[in-house]
């Protein structure tokens, strides 16, 4: 039987990715950011698993205006980097698991979560910086990956409740599937950030603080908050941090945690961090 | 009943909603188009030429001439389809922020480097200095 053992949840700015692609990684600026992911990449050597079901916003790049899905759930066999207007970042295809796919919108729809089912699609940084950051950059990415988009860029998106009870449905999925995988899910975007208009560069360490304390200790509670408290607390952006709830609704309500990172700044963000543990999930 | 909008308070902040949305339809599908490079070097061969293909308002193109980015927000922009613009030029999302912020790159690259804009003080209209 397929099963969920940890979680992951991690800012994906492009930025990030611009100085692992361009080799920043030791410069004074970054190399901050990229120790609070020694621990990390060390961790994920050690606890690979087979699948990956990647939370992520696609940000004006599968999906233009003329169809806004809410949740969508990639299917394909395999997934090529998007170009985002300056080439598609060098880094290996992202390969797809696409029976499991299925199966997960099978049962999620089934289980009155109605995902739009993406059979093709490229993946901007929204979902390859998370990875690079986890994996590094090998040569072929170590698993597979179901990427899950999650509308954030036209408002309104889904609730911090919904993703969370999505969460708990793709849980429920993961643990109807025969195959025997290890899977991890991941939440990524985030954390307090604006990027337009005069208020742009907005940073509350204190929102960001007591989010990643109740997303681990009370996340029922948290998911209740609505967009406008994350837009005026957090920045119009820091709505992304809906995602996350999508990650800790799909883990265990006890869950360990077992590393903790957040750093200001990354261009215009703050970063943040966690991984996860299922206790009773050890493969 | 006119749709709830209960972020408009938000100081020096627009939220890309519906009617965003309509009003920018156009403006963002073009940014859209410069996702592929042969219509990055069309625009950048000639940049009214290619803007007077869409059906977007003068108003608007004129903002993208001018790379007027707050203007184009105003206009129904939206940041995440502006960024193809100003990665087109070659240019950081930071760039684009410290444009709409009326700081220099530098200067915003410091306040950030600082721990960032506040949120006390920018929570509410009318609250700001």
Known sequence: ????????????????????????????????????????????????????????????????????????????????????????RKVPTVQGHPELAS?????????????????????????????????????????????????VVVYPPPTGNRCYQLGKALSRAVGSFDEDLNIQIWGTGGMSHQLQGPRAGLINKEFDAHFLDKLVSDPENLAQMPHVDYMREAGSEGVELV?????????????????????????????GHLILENPDATP | MALEKPYKDVPGTTIFDADMLRLGYHLNQFCMSLMKSENRDRFFADQKAYLDE????????????????NRMISLGGNIYFLAKIFSSDGQSFQFAA?????????????????????ADGNRYIGEQE
Request: hydrophobic share 45%; glycine share 6%.
């Open chain 1, 243 to 271: 995602m996350w709830f999508v990650m800790r609704g799909a883990l265990n309500a006890e869950v360990e945690q077992v590393h903790r990172f957040y750093h200001v700044p990354a261009s215009n963000t703050a970063v």
């Open chain 1, 103 to 151: 199966h997960i919108a099978q049962s999620v729809i089934l289980d009155e979560f109605d995902l739009t089912v993406v059979n093709e699609m490229d993946v901007d940084h929204g979902l390859t910086v998370p990875m690079s950051l986890m994996f590094g950059q090998p040569d072929a990415w170590p698993c597979k990956v179901i990427p899950i988009a999650v509308n």
């Open chain 2, 98 to 118: 410290a444009t709409m912020t009326g700081m220099t790159q530098q200067q915003y690259a410091e306040m950030m480097i600082n721990g960032g804009r506040s």
């Open chain 1, 1 to 88: 039987m397929a099963r969920i053992t940890a979680g992951v949840s991690t800012s994906h700015i492009p930025a990030v990715g611009a100085a692992i692609d361009l080799g920043k990684m030791e410069e004074d600026y970054w190399k901050p950011v990229f120790k609070g992911y020694e621990f990390s990449k060390d961790w994920m050597k050690r606890n690979t698993p087979d699948v990956v079901l990647l939370v992520y916003n696609d940000h004006a790049s599968a999906f233009d205006l003329s169809f806004v899905p809410t949740f969508a759930i990639g299917c394909a066999g395999e997934f090529q980097p998007a170009d985002e207007g300056w080439g598609p």
């Open chain 2, 54 to 69: 869409w059906p977007m308002t003068e108003d608007q193109k004129q903002a993208i001439l001018d790379r007027d980015y």
